[in-house]
């Protein structure tokens, strides 16, 4: 892999309305300068949860300009070409993707979906910060990964590998 440039990636799950919209957040922060990040769905709600817009203010993001976006909108020719794909979520890990440009590598990061969630809104931010705090985790590790001393078999089975740990298995404490 060339490492004198910006990796592309994309975080996808169904409505592209939580889990990627906070993805796309944390590596924005975590990977600045190496990565850039972007959302979709396969089925887009239109609009991003109110619960993670909170979640995302409160630890400090900027909010303007996040939104549900189709992921048709990356798999045109005029789409950045990608050099990597996590799924977010089990639906969109199961669904035919589109044909990526670039040919990225791809990996299964999923995560619980708190959208889904009914009950006491104070459940509902707690559910939602905890599903960010293990999505933050998982990037922290990818974006500290040296890329140069990776071959792309080896890089493969570590991003599957960053995708079954849990928060609590790499030390992260709960904030």
Not at 1 to 19: D, E, I, K, Q, Y
Not at 33 to 40: D, E, I, M, P, V
């Amino acid at each position: 892999m060339a490492l004198n440039r910006v990796f592309n990636v994309l975080f996808l799950c169904t409505g592209n309305s939580a889990r990627s919209i906070m993805a796309e957040c944390a590596m924005a922060r975590y990977g600045s300068g190496r990565f850039q990040a972007f959302s979709a769905g396969s089925h887009p709600k239109g609009e991003v949860h109110p619960v993670a817009l909170d979640v995302l203010r409160r630890l400090n993001y900027k909010t303007e300009g996040l939104r549900s976006k189709s992921w048709e909108e990356f798999a045109t020719p005029e789409a950045p070409a990608l050099d990597f794909v996590f799924t977010v979520c089990d639906q969109a890990a199961g669904e035919v993707c589109p044909i990526w440009p670039g040919q990225p590598m791809t990996a299964h990061w999923g995560v619980d979906d708190p959208a889904a969630f009914e009950g006491p809104a104070d459940k509902s931010f707690k559910l939602f910060k905890r599903v960010y705090l293990e999505l933050e985790s998982r990037i922290k590790i990818f974006a500290s990964l040296r890329l140069e001393g990776l071959d792309r078999l080896t890089l493969k089975n570590r991003l599957a590998e960053i995708g079954r740990s849990r928060r609590d298995e790499v030390g992260e404490n709960a904030a």
